[in-house]
C-alpha cells in the first residue's frame, strides 16, 4: 500500500520505518549525512547528542534516489521546493490510509519484534535505536557502534517487514 501512494512523504514514511529512526532525524535529514550506504547524524540533531551511523539497506538507498528524483537541488533527504517536509507529513499520510497506528509506534514494533522474533542481541537492537545506555559502567565499557551487527539486523527487519509474517507492516510496504 505504502509502495503504491506517490509522493515524498510516503517515502520518508517507509525510510523511517525501516530505518527505526525518528521522525525529527528524517526530516531533518541531509544529503550530505550520507556516504556510499553509511547515513551519519550530527550529534546536535540526535535526541542523545551522539553522533548515530545508520546502516542503510539497498532499499533504503532506492528510496533515497526517488526521493531525490523529486526535489532535485534540496539538500534535504526528504522536501518539496527546497524545504524539509513538515513533522505532520507522515501522521497525516497515516490519517489518510484510516491506520491507526503512529509514526513513532513503528520504533517499538522493530524494538519487540527484535526481541521476540530474532536471536540479535538487545545491545545491538537498543545501538540500533540510538538509545542511550542507562548504566554508566556499561556506557564506559562500550565504546563501538555495532554498525556491521546492525547492518545486518536492518536487512532482517527489511526481510521482516516485506513478508507475510508482519500483516500490517507488509501491507503497508506491499509493492
Known amino acids: 500500500l505504502l509502495r503504491n501512494i506517490d509522493g515524498v512523504a510516503a517515502l520518508a514514511l517507509e525510510f523511517t520505518i525501516l530505518n527505526a529512526s525518528r521522525t525529527g532525524?528524517?526530516?531533518g535529514g541531509l544529503r550530505s549525512e550520507i556516504d556510499d550506504d553509511i547515513w551519519t547524524i550530527s550529534a546536535n540533531r540526535m535526541k542523545a547528542r551522539k553522533e548515530h551511523r545508520v546502516p542503510l539497506t539497498g532499499r533504503s538507498l532506492e528510496i533515497l534516489a526517488m526521493a531525490k528524483s523529486m526535489d532535485e537541488n534540496?539538500?534535504?533527504l526528504?522536501?518539496?521546493?527546497?524545504?524539509?517536509?513538515?513533522?505532520m507529513a507522515m501522521p497525516m499520510l497515516l490519517r489518510r490510509l484510516n491506520s491507526n497506528v503512529t509514526v513513532h509506534g513503528f520504533r517499538s514494533t522493530f524494538r519487540d519484534w527484535v526481541s521476540e522474533e530474532t536471536s540479535h542481541s538487545p545491545e545491538v537492537a537498543e545501538m540500533a535505536l540510538a538509545h542511550t545506555i542507562k548504566n554508566k559502567v556499561e556506557a564506559a565499557y562500550r565504546r563501538k557502534d555495532l554498525l556491521e551487527r546492525r547492518r545486518i539486523l536492518m536487512q532482517d527487519w527489511l526481510d521482516f517487514c516485506e513478508s507475510e509474517k508482519f500483516n500490517y507492516v507488509s501491507t503497508l510496504l506491499a509493492a
Do not use: A, D, M
Not at 78 to 87: A, I, T
Open 78 to 87: 526528504f522536501s518539496r521546493n527546497g524545504k524539509p517536509l513538515s513533522n
Open 25 to 27: 532525524e528524517v526530516l
Open 74 to 76: 534540496s539538500q534535504y
